[in-house]
Nanobody, 121 residues
Framework: VQLVESGGGLVQAGGSLRLSCAASGLVFNAYNVAWFRQIPGKEREFVAAIEWIGDATHYVDSVRGRFSVSRDNAKSTAYLQMNSLKPDDTAVYFC???????????????WGQGTRVTVSS
Protein backbone atom coordinates (compact mmCIF):
# COMPACT_ATOMS: atom_id res chain seq x y z
CA VAL A 1 0.00 0.00 0.00
CA GLN A 2 1.29 3.43 -0.97
CA LEU A 3 -0.20 6.78 -0.08
CA VAL A 4 1.12 10.01 -1.57
CA GLU A 5 -0.01 13.38 -0.24
CA SER A 6 0.40 16.58 -2.22
CA GLY A 7 -0.92 20.11 -2.45
CA GLY A 8 0.64 21.69 0.59
CA GLY A 9 2.36 25.05 0.54
CA LEU A 10 2.57 28.51 1.99
CA VAL A 11 -0.64 30.55 2.14
CA GLN A 12 -1.79 33.67 3.92
CA ALA A 13 -4.40 33.51 6.63
CA GLY A 14 -7.85 33.38 5.08
CA GLY A 15 -6.58 31.58 2.01
CA SER A 16 -7.31 28.10 0.68
CA LEU A 17 -5.48 24.95 -0.27
CA ARG A 18 -6.59 21.58 -1.57
CA LEU A 19 -4.63 18.56 -0.48
CA SER A 20 -4.67 15.27 -2.37
CA CYS A 21 -4.02 11.74 -1.20
CA ALA A 22 -3.33 9.31 -4.02
CA ALA A 23 -3.55 5.64 -3.04
CA SER A 24 -2.29 2.48 -4.69
CA GLY A 25 -1.93 -1.16 -3.75
CA LEU A 26 -5.37 -1.51 -2.21
CA VAL A 27 -9.02 -1.58 -3.17
CA PHE A 28 -9.47 2.10 -2.50
CA ASN A 29 -13.26 2.12 -2.48
CA ALA A 30 -13.26 -0.41 0.39
CA TYR A 31 -11.33 1.84 2.77
CA ASN A 32 -12.08 4.88 4.85
CA VAL A 33 -9.64 7.73 4.35
CA ALA A 34 -8.61 10.00 7.20
CA TRP A 35 -6.56 13.15 7.33
CA PHE A 36 -4.33 13.92 10.28
CA ARG A 37 -1.90 16.74 10.98
CA GLN A 38 1.19 17.02 13.12
CA ILE A 39 3.41 19.79 14.38
CA PRO A 40 6.85 19.14 15.89
CA GLY A 41 6.72 17.82 19.42
CA LYS A 42 3.03 16.97 19.33
CA GLU A 43 1.03 13.88 18.55
CA ARG A 44 -0.60 13.40 15.19
CA GLU A 45 -4.08 14.95 15.38
CA PHE A 46 -7.22 13.76 13.63
CA VAL A 47 -8.61 16.35 11.21
CA ALA A 48 -11.22 14.72 8.99
CA ALA A 49 -12.30 11.44 7.49
CA ILE A 50 -14.57 10.08 4.80
CA GLU A 51 -16.13 6.65 4.97
CA TRP A 52 -16.11 4.12 2.18
CA ILE A 53 -19.81 3.39 2.67
CA GLY A 54 -22.05 6.28 1.77
CA ASP A 55 -19.21 8.83 1.88
CA ALA A 56 -20.15 9.96 5.38
CA THR A 57 -17.72 12.57 6.69
CA HIS A 58 -16.27 13.39 10.09
CA TYR A 59 -14.41 16.49 11.27
CA VAL A 60 -12.62 17.73 14.33
CA ASP A 61 -14.48 20.72 15.74
CA SER A 62 -11.68 23.17 14.98
CA VAL A 63 -12.01 22.68 11.20
CA ARG A 64 -15.73 21.99 10.84
CA GLY A 65 -17.27 24.44 8.40
CA ARG A 66 -13.87 25.39 6.94
CA PHE A 67 -12.50 22.06 5.68
CA SER A 68 -14.21 19.57 3.39
CA VAL A 69 -13.11 16.01 2.74
CA SER A 70 -14.06 14.16 -0.44
CA ARG A 71 -12.96 11.22 -2.54
CA ASP A 72 -12.85 10.11 -6.16
CA ASN A 73 -12.83 6.32 -6.15
CA ALA A 74 -12.20 6.17 -9.91
CA LYS A 75 -8.91 7.97 -9.29
CA SER A 76 -8.16 6.26 -5.95
CA THR A 77 -7.69 9.73 -4.55
CA ALA A 78 -9.04 11.61 -1.56
CA TYR A 79 -9.02 15.36 -1.10
CA LEU A 80 -9.03 17.83 1.75
CA GLN A 81 -10.30 21.25 0.73
CA MET A 82 -9.13 23.77 3.30
CA ASN A 83 -10.71 27.22 3.32
CA SER A 84 -10.40 30.19 5.68
CA LEU A 85 -7.04 28.90 6.80
CA LYS A 86 -5.60 30.09 10.09
CA PRO A 87 -2.02 30.13 11.39
CA ASP A 88 -3.06 27.37 13.82
CA ASP A 89 -3.64 25.11 10.81
CA THR A 90 0.11 25.12 10.12
CA ALA A 91 1.31 21.51 10.24
CA VAL A 92 2.36 18.54 8.16
CA TYR A 93 -0.77 16.84 6.89
CA PHE A 94 -0.95 13.08 6.44
CA CYS A 95 -3.56 10.74 5.05
CA UNK A 96 -4.23 7.25 6.35
CA UNK A 97 -6.54 4.44 5.32
CA UNK A 98 -8.41 1.94 7.44
CA UNK A 99 -11.51 -0.24 7.37
CA UNK A 100 -12.81 1.33 10.60
CA UNK A 101 -13.03 5.07 11.24
CA UNK A 102 -10.84 5.95 14.19
CA UNK A 103 -9.54 9.24 15.51
CA UNK A 104 -6.50 7.55 17.03
CA UNK A 105 -3.53 7.58 14.62
CA UNK A 106 -2.39 4.25 16.07
CA UNK A 107 -5.32 2.66 14.31
CA UNK A 108 -3.95 3.37 10.85
CA UNK A 109 -1.38 0.93 9.44
CA UNK A 110 -0.57 2.93 6.32
CA TRP A 111 0.59 6.53 5.99
CA GLY A 112 1.97 8.78 3.29
CA GLN A 113 5.04 10.97 3.68
CA GLY A 114 2.96 14.04 4.45
CA THR A 115 2.62 17.45 2.87
CA ARG A 116 3.53 20.64 4.69
CA VAL A 117 1.01 23.45 5.10
CA THR A 118 2.19 26.82 6.38
CA VAL A 119 -0.31 29.60 7.06
CA SER A 120 1.17 33.03 7.61
CA SER A 121 -0.59 35.71 9.63
Amino acid sequence: VQLVESGGGLVQAGGSLRLSCAASGLVFNAYNVAWFRQIPGKEREFVAAIEWIGDATHYVDSVRGRFSVSRDNAKSTAYLQMNSLKPDDTAVYFCGVNRIIRRDPAGYPYWGQGTRVTVSS
